[in-house]
């Protein structure tokens, strides 16, 4: 059984790179299914709350999800993930921050 873990995990390359040289990038998408949207955070307002733009042009007031509150700092110009609340509009829940290389892998597949 030991022998077969080893195996798995070997063949996890974490510095995989793609036939063109560039690193193997793997980006989580919005889901449609659950009113998931690409956002970009524009202003900080304290106490987990920030002013997104979403990319259809929309202001809303963003909320830090608990969960990724404490696992990664959002700031201004990072390329997020949101929710729009279905009970109260101009508000939405913030789910996920894209990393450089991430946004970099969405422009040039034109996500975003």
């Given at each position: 059984?030991?022998?077969?873990r080893?195996?798995?995990a070997?063949?996890?390359?974490l510095n995989?790179?793609?036939?063109?040289?560039?690193p193997?990038?793997?980006?989580?998408?919005?889901?449609?299914w659950?009113?998931e949207?690409f956002?970009?955070?524009?202003?900080?307002?304290?106490a987990?709350?920030?002013?997104?733009?979403?990319?259809?042009?929309?202001?809303l007031?963003?909320?830090?999800?608990?969960?990724?509150?404490k696992?990664a700092?959002?700031?201004e110009?990072d390329?997020?993930?949101i929710?729009?609340w279905s009970?109260q509009e101009?508000?939405?829940?913030?789910?996920?921050?894209?990393?450089?290389?991430?946004?970099?892998?969405l422009?040039k597949?034109?996500?975003?």
């Amino acid at each position: 059984m030991a022998d077969f873990r080893k195996k798995n995990a070997q063949e996890v390359n974490l510095n995989a790179t793609n036939p063109d040289g560039t690193p193997v990038v793997r980006v989580r998408l919005p889901k449609k299914w659950n009113n998931e949207q690409f956002a970009i955070a524009q202003t900080m307002h304290g106490a987990n709350h920030i002013s997104v733009r979403s990319l259809d042009g929309v202001t809303l007031m963003g909320r830090i999800k608990g969960k990724i509150k404490k696992r990664a700092w959002i700031r201004e110009g990072d390329t997020i993930i949101i929710v729009p609340w279905s009970f109260q509009e101009g508000k939405c829940d913030i789910i996920y921050r894209y990393l450089k290389p991430q946004t970099d892998w969405l422009r040039k597949n034109r996500y975003i």
